[in-house]
């Protein structure tokens, strides 16, 4: 069977019910003549509960947040399967992760979490990185030990879907590193169904320098700052755990390879780490990792996004452009909410901040164009983008490239700009904000290109409907048929907006690529983890429903067609070449430079 035989049956199988089931009667057939060994007894499957992948919800920095707060969203999120009459519903699951661990600790925290043993850093990295029981002088690889895992049958077969926001999103990414890197034994990459990841700094945030971060050493910390009160509160609740009552709540750090507490670290080792921490002050930290050095870490080590792995990212922002010829931004957006007040101070000092004051200086300072966003093809070319530059005419059918525009600044920041030879002209993506992390640093790990990732809106051409991008027009939109009912009606969607059938939709849906897309007058918490019952909120977990629905039929469909010729086909080869184009009758399947998969090949 060729690509081009694939590609054909994929379009029926998007089509009606009939259609797909005729198609894979003849795919059955085929199978059964070329391969008579093959047994012929009916394919039996799990009950539809046992196959709906649950969602595992990642919190962030300092989040202790529980389902209390976070409110009904399993309501919301199932709202697409009540609707639609579709058995079971989709479980959510939260993972607790250290809220002051680095990415690479909690990126283990949470895959043992979820799949049950003890935690292993790995002896490399405890050796390097200080993971030390003073009085017994004892290298601690491991950490806690989870004898019932939350979802311990997660495999390539039972997959997770993840939500996660700020912080918790990298974690989920760090965590794909390591499964691709081998950290895990047994663990793959098809383990992950979808990422989906809310203001998460993958690139980095001036935020842990305005918290307290030396500018001149991202190792460093300003004794009275913020950061350090924080560093100072860990060790003595930690250090005094043994003597306070259980009853009274603490808050969990999960440091138990660190040996914080009375019996692991002797008065002295405390009060010089009060002084100077060996940990708060290190590199195996979350204030280091949220730093543009430390990002900057892991996103060397990102590769390529997982090729059956479906990805999405929210970018919040809350700032507008200062004016026409500067790229700062002031902030916009205010709650009536008092992390507003926060927000909104942060997100003034966001908007303006200085990035040659950091040392080193930060990745995106060199000389040379910066990769820009591609757009999907449904956003007009003919108005401004970011910068008020207008594109040149392009075909609506073609993603098209923003082009790296030159910025005017400020005359004072030019002569030392050049003076150093670093770029001059970073655009308003580095400026605006959500208070907390700049855009630019929200959409992915890497840098922009067409097989990466592929933006759905910009600051100056915002989605229509935000909540309901990419999906394919057979995908259910539903709305409350009232704001205080749990009762979900079809309808359009935001704004009356409906998907339309186009090269776009199609590309959204494709497996191992990025879709991004900018949610205007929002905060680094408008949409979690503090559930308020907004009508955006409610939205939001409904269209996550409705894409993970998506994700899983699209996964089953392949999984289908893989079981039923014998042969493990990648879920990009069905979405290649949408319109059936492909006419080579022995093509390798390729991702990211790299082979994947088997060859197919023409019986």
């Not at 017994?136 to 004898?147: D, F, I, L, M, T």
């Not at 890197?181 to 998460?200: K, L, Y």
């Not at 060199?366 to 990769?371: E, L, R």
Request: glycine share 8%.
């Amino acid at each position: 069977m060729t690509n081009t035989d694939f590609l054909h049956l994929h379009q029926r199988l998007h089509g009606d019910q009939d259609s797909a089931n005729a198609a894979l009667d003849e795919l059955l057939e085929e199978a059964q003549r070329t391969h008579p060994e093959a047994p012929t007894s009916p394919i039996t499957h799990p009950a539809p509960e046992q196959l709906i992948p649950p969602v595992v919800l990642v919190e962030g920095f300092f989040s202790f947040f529980d389902s209390f707060f976070w409110g009904p969203i399993e309501t919301h999120l199932n709202a697409s399967r009540t609707s639609r009459g579709l058995k079971g519903s989709r479980r959510v699951i939260f993972a607790r992760t250290g809220p002051v661990s680095s990415m690479f600790d909690r990126a283990c925290e949470l895959y043992y979490a979820i799949k049950g043993g003890r935690v292993d850093y790995g002896e490399q990295h405890a050796r390097l990185y200080g993971h030390l029981i003073e009085v017994s002088h004892k290298k601690a690889r491991y950490g806690r030990n989870y004898e019932q895992g939350l979802y311990p049958s997660w495999s390539p077969e039972h997959p997770i879907h993840f939500v996660a926001h700020s912080l918790g999103g990298t974690t989920v990414t760090v965590m794909q590193i390591l499964i691709a890197e081998g950290h895990f034994p047994g663990a793959h990459p098809d383990m992950v169904a979808s990422v989906n990841t809310v203001g998460s700094p993958f690139r980095g945030t001036a935020y842990p320098y305005i918290l307290g971060k030396s500018y001149e050493n991202s190792l460093d910390t300003r004794f009275f700052s913020i950061d350090s009160l924080i560093t100072k509160s860990v060790h003595v609740l930690s250090w005094f755990k043994p003597l306070i009552p259980q009853k009274i709540p603490l808050p969990d750090w999960l440091a138990d390879s660190r040996g914080l507490t009375m019996g692991e670290m002797s008065i002295f080792k405390l009060m010089s780490q009060l002084w100077k921490s060996d940990w708060g002050e290190g590199r195996d930290v979350i204030s280091f990792d949220a730093t543009f050095e430390g990002a900057k870490v892991y996103d060397d080590r990102w590769k390529n996004p997982s090729p059956n792995t479906y990805y999405r990212s929210y970018a919040m922002c809350m700032t507008k452009r200062e004016n026409s010829l500067s790229p700062y931004h002031v902030a916009s957006y205010k709650s009536p909410l008092l992390e507003s007040i926060f927000l909104y101070s942060f997100s003034k000092m966001l908007g303006k901040f200085d990035y040659r004051t950091i040392r080193p200086l930060p990745w995106f300072y060199k000389v040379g164009p910066v990769p820009r966003p591609t757009l999907a093809p449904h956003l007009p070319s003919s108005e401004p983008l970011a910068d008020g530059h207008v594109p040149s005419p392009s075909s609506s059918s073609s993603a098209t490239p923003i082009d790296d525009v030159d910025v005017e600044i400020d005359r004072s920041m030019r002569a030392p700009l050049r003076a150093t030879g670093v770029r001059i002209d970073l655009g308003e993506d580095y400026y605006a904000n959500d208070g907390v992390v700049p855009l630019f640093s929200q959409w992915h790990p890497g840098d922009c290109s067409p097989s990466r990732c592929l933006h759905h809106s910009t600051l100056n051409q915002p989605h229509p409907s935000p909540f309901f991008f990419g999906l394919p027009p057979t995908s259910y939109i539903f709305h409350p048929s009232s704001p205080s009912s749990g009762h979900y009606s079809l309808g359009l969607g935001r704004d009356g907006w409906k998907a339309r059938r186009s090269a776009s939709v199609r590309a959204a849906m494709k497996p191992g690529i990025w879709n991004v897309c900018h949610i205007p007058d929002s905060t680094h918490v408008s949409m979690m983890p503090l559930w308020l019952g907004t009508q955006r909120q409610k939205e939001f977990w409904i269209e996550i429903g409705s894409w993970m629905e998506r994700v899983d039929e699209a996964r089953e469909e392949l999984r289908d067609v893989s079981s039923a010729v014998g042969t493990s086909i990648p879920m990009d080869v069905i979405e290649e070449d949408p319109e059936g184009s492909l006419s080579s009758d022995d093509e390798k399947v390729t991702f990211g430079g790299s082979h994947v998969g088997h060859d197919v090949t023409k019986n």
